[in-house]
């Protein structure tokens, strides 16, 4: 079925070369941002004014009488309404289209007919999309900013998914370096043989800990002793290939629990350790297609400078890899099994230089799919009080940010809820909301400052106030007796006159569908967050009110109706922000 927004462009498009003999090619339509202007404006009368020589509002005023010549309609149930309540022309020369009360209606029985794929598309439909998201190094625990990775990964695979795509949400494991071999030699001098206490990868972790202090007052000897731990590792040693596999099996166990916790799931895993070969043999051809050359250290560098991109080493003077090495193999296979249409790397802002000479090299080595290769980056996230670092052990690990906001939003449940029958289990739904929704509401390239008491509030434009929106409503709708299953006809209410808030929860519903496809085309779940926020206000302002269960007759009916509509969308949005709502609040 056509948007409204093409219709309108369709018919722009026909009503100027009606008049004025003239092939349209891009007709701008938008929603203006004060809705009591219209639902859609278009500015094509200011951009073929130059072309007539004519005052636009003039332009505007007789496009407007000949849209509304057109007589577009729409059938339900075999009456047909019409779509626009009013087509009119404003100064300095837009056009606004107002949607008719009857078109709004409508929509109701669009939710209730798609429920739970409602806003759903098939622009994707027989493409492949891989969303490589977490790729946590398996030496310590997940922090707080692995966190928004996981949002943001997992968020934009449920919204490609909805749009049709076939998605393959995939982790990929840096288990290759010398980061590991920092916690593989500690392990070794002071630890060999100690099973971890408590969770696995927070062990791990402290042993990494426990290395960069130690270097900063013996830093010759332990870079020898570390270079030569993977020295042994990349020539497949037998006991350092042992104690590797034990110390990253540590960190797999214990990051089974966060990713259950943060409602994360990858369909394949795949890990740098397997593509350090291949990776060598693109180094090679590299330096046979004269984009890379050894150095006088013997390094293989890329040399990029004539691209304005810096150069790039593709191996270490010793032969070994690094994370480069790894990466474009590991391209060239998933291109070559997965076919992909696009393929997108969640890698934190500080790393977009680097995929910037991946992609280069990969396209100067004549890979055709180079070109589908995008970088989602993404700002870094701190506390209130200041910033982390891994190496100086104030890294704020998302196990106990999680676990602080389940307490938190218990608090805040036994203050703020009346009745929750079960208050462990909603409190750790609440808190997954207020950490999700927290992060995904800001656009992904700013800087987070991570505020424990503005996300878990059940108030303003948080997780926590989305899902008492949705339960309110959810609590109207059993008081009222309404049970999953709703018949909604547009004839029976084609005479309701509907009030302002019961438009303004239909301008918000219709919009959905537009919301996710804009979400989907621009990589950006902050745009369905928001979106969210905005439709709860707008549900929230009329809960407070207008009646509903003590409204009367077609009234009520149509009001009830309104309610499950705007649970349907709210739950759908929330879905794609990876938060699974709670019924009762």
Not at 11 to 24: G, H, P, T
Request: glycine letters at 6%.
């Amino acid at each position: 079925m056509i948007s409204v927004s093409e219709l309108i462009k369709e018919n722009i498009k026909r009503a100027v070369k009606s008049l004025y003999n003239i092939d349209a090619e891009d007709v701008n339509v938008e929603h203006p941002e004060n809705e009591s202007f219209g639902d859609f404006a278009s500015s094509i009368s200011l951009s073929i004014s130059k072309d007539l020589r004519r005052i636009p509002i003039e332009i505007a005023e007789e496009l407007s009488r000949e849209l509304l010549s057109y007589k577009l309609d729409f059938e339900s149930d075999s009456s047909y309404y019409p779509i626009f309540f009013s087509i009119e022309a404003v100064q300095p020369g837009f056009i606004n289209f107002k949607m008719s009360q009857e078109w709004l209606k409508q929509q109701l029985t669009n939710v209730l007919t798609s429920n739970s794929s409602f806003g759903s598309n098939n622009i994707g439909s027989g493409k492949t999309i891989i969303v490589e998201y977490s790729q946590p190094n398996p030496n310590k625990p997940m922090h707080i900013g692995h966190s928004r990775n996981n949002f943001i990964g997992s968020s934009l695979s449920e919204i490609f998914k909805f749009c049709g795509y076939n998605v393959i949400r995939m982790n990929y494991m840096d288990d290759w370096g010398t980061h590991i071999c920092k916690s593989m030699l500690m392990y070794k001098k002071y630890k060999d043989g100690e099973e971890p206490s408590g969770k696995p990868d927070h062990y791990v972790g402290n042993l990494y800990i426990m290395y960069e202090k130690e270097h900063e007052s013996n830093p010759t000897v332990l870079d020898k002793e570390l270079l030569e731990m993977f020295r042994k590792l990349e020539n497949h040693d037998q006991e350092t290939v042992e104690l590797w596999q034990k110390i990253v099996g540590w960190v797999y166990e214990g990051w089974v629990t966060t990713y259950q916790n943060e409602n994360v799931v990858f369909d394949v895993w795949t890990y740098q350790s397997e593509h350090t070969k291949g990776g060598k043999d693109i180094v090679n051809l590299a330096i046979e297609k004269g984009i890379a050359k050894k150095d006088e250290t013997g390094a293989v560098v890329a040399r990029l400078g004539k691209y304005g991109i810096p150069d790039k080493v593709l191996l270490r003077s010793d032969g070994t890899s690094i994370y480069i090495t790894q990466d474009t193999q590991l391209a060239r296979d998933n291109f070559e099994k997965y076919k992909f249409d696009k393929r997108f790397y969640v890698v934190d802002c500080r790393q977009s230089g680097y995929f910037v000479q991946l992609f280069k090299i990969l396209d100067l080595l004549g890979f055709d799919w180079a070109k589908r290769l995008y970088h989602i980056s993404y700002g870094t996230v701190s506390l209130p009080d200041g910033s982390m670092s891994s190496r100086l052990g104030n890294v704020v690990n998302a196990d106990d940010v999680f676990d602080k906001l389940v307490d938190l939003e218990e608090d805040e449940a036994r203050n703020s809820l009346k009745d929750v029958s079960n208050i462990k289990e909603t409190s750790r739904k609440v808190a997954l909301a207020a950490y999700r929704y927290g992060m995904l509401r800001v656009d992904s390239k700013q800087d987070i400052i991570f505020d424990y008491s503005k996300v878990t509030k059940f108030e303003g434009n948080t997780g926590p106030y989305l899902m008492y929106s949705y339960a309110r409503a959810k609590s109207l709708l059993e008081k009222a007796g309404i049970k999953e299953e709703v018949n909604f006809n547009l004839k029976l209410f084609e005479d309701l006159l509907l009030v302002e808030k019961e438009t303004l929860i239909l301008r918000g519903i219709y919009k959905f569908p537009e919301i996710v496809l804009k979400s989907a085309n621009n990589f950006m779940p902050h745009i369905v967050a928001n979106y969210l926020y905005d439709l709860a206000q707008r549900f929230n302002s009329f809960y407070a009110d207008i009646p509903v269960l003590n409204a009367k007759g077609e009234e009520r009916e149509f009001r009830l109706v309104l309610v499950k509509c705007f649970a349907q969308v709210m739950k759908n949005g929330l879905m794609l922000l990876g938060i699974d709502v709670v019924e009762k609040m």
